[in-house]
């Protein structure tokens, strides 16, 4: 039977709350802070000042937001109602309009922590198979490692863990996968990413082809194929997705992970199909099919995905 593969993405981010002292009262507009538990706002709408006539057509109560779409403070509109059947009559009347100010964001100021050796095996523990133990990864991820040395890993189930180390081995519904922690000497996200232990193997029909090692992606190749002026017609097996099951029923699957795995602050952002792809010695595709799905989940608050501003050099 083939095991169904899953690719999910989860954003992990460790905060730390910045409480400074009081803030400077020389603020830009636009733009709100949060410090500790003291939240002070600042905004202004758009810009009218030298534009007499949208002055007069406005009070210093209106915000941005209706400033710039002409949102009216109040209403009585009547409705044609022409052709309405037995309908006679229908207006919209509202004495006061309220429009929020779009102008206004709450900032957080926080900076990355770092996930020590307690939230590792908090991690590790929530993720993997708990009957199947957690085991430390001695092996660089070049290696090549048999599966006689992985089945010894196994083997010294209950032995103290490290979990200070970085990279780690256990099973997700019985399937062997490799987790490692972000090293911070060449990468600015904390974090940590999981991989099949085992590449699977080449089948024939696709060796036969000149495949020499499988991936998954959640590129469509035939996106690659096209674009290198060949037909994805020729090289994909089926139409249909291998794992079984549908979107819906992917999402499902997906969510269960993270709610077992403990990230309950997150929020589903994208969705896709998951191509298995087989490639040969020059990373030509020469087949693939669809096996699975991959979900994004970002970081939340209150259900809402965090909005998480670019710095560029």
């Given amino acids: 039977m083939r095991k169904r593969r899953w690719m999910i993405c989860a954003a992990l981010v460790c905060l730390a709350m910045a409480c ?23 905004s202004s709408g758009t810009d009218t000042s030298g534009d007499t006539e949208k002055d007069a057509d406005y009070d210093d109560s209106v915000g941005g937001l ?9 209403v009585s509109v009547d409705i044609p109602v022409e052709n309405c059947g037995t309908l ?26 770092s996930i020590g050796a307690e939230d590792r095996e908090t991690i590790l523990k929530s993720i993997f198979d708990e009957e199947d133990g957690v085991f430390e990864y001695p092996y660089d ?15 010294h189930r209950g032995a103290d863990v490290d979990y200070s180390k970085d990279y780690f081995i256990g099973k997700i519904d019985g399937v062997e996968y490799i987790l490692y922690f972000y090293d911070l000497s060449w990468i600015s996200d904390e974090g940590f ?6 590449t699977d193997p080449v089948p024939e029909d696709m060796a036969d082809k000149g495949a020499t090692f499988t991936e998954y992606t959640s590129w469509d190749p035939a996106e690659l194929i096209t674009a290198n002026e060949g037909n994805p017609s020729d090289v994909q097996t089926d139409e249909s997705n291998m794992s079984g099951m549908d979107e ?15 990230f309950n602050d997150v929020v589903p952002t994208s969705q896709s199909e998951l191509y298995r792809q087989y490639s040969d010695e020059y990373g030509e595709v020469v087949g ?10 970002q970081a939340s608050v209150n259900g809402q995905p965090l909005y998480q501003r670019m710095h560029l050099a």
């Fill in 288 to 297: 693939y099919e669809k096996d699975g799905y991959s979900v994004t989940f």
């Fill in 141 to 155: 991820m070049k290696d090549s490692v048999t599966q006689e040395q992985r089945d010894e890993l196994f083997a």
């Fill in 20 to 42: 400074g002292g009081c803030a400077d009262k020389k603020k830009e507009a636009n733009t709100a802070v949060i410090e500790g538990d003291d939240i002070k706002e600042y």
């Fill in 193 to 198: 990413s999981i991989q099949l232990a085992v």
């Fill in 248 to 262: 819906d029923a992917g999402m499902v699957k997906a969510l269960d992970y993270m709610d077992k795995w403990g």
């Fill in 88 to 113: 006679e009559s229908a207006s919209i009347k509202a004495s006061e309009i309220k429009t929020p100010d779009a102008d206004k964001m709450y900032t957080k100021k926080f900076t990355m922590g």
């Fill in 66 to 74: 209706a400033r710039t779409l002409s949102i009216p403070t109040s």
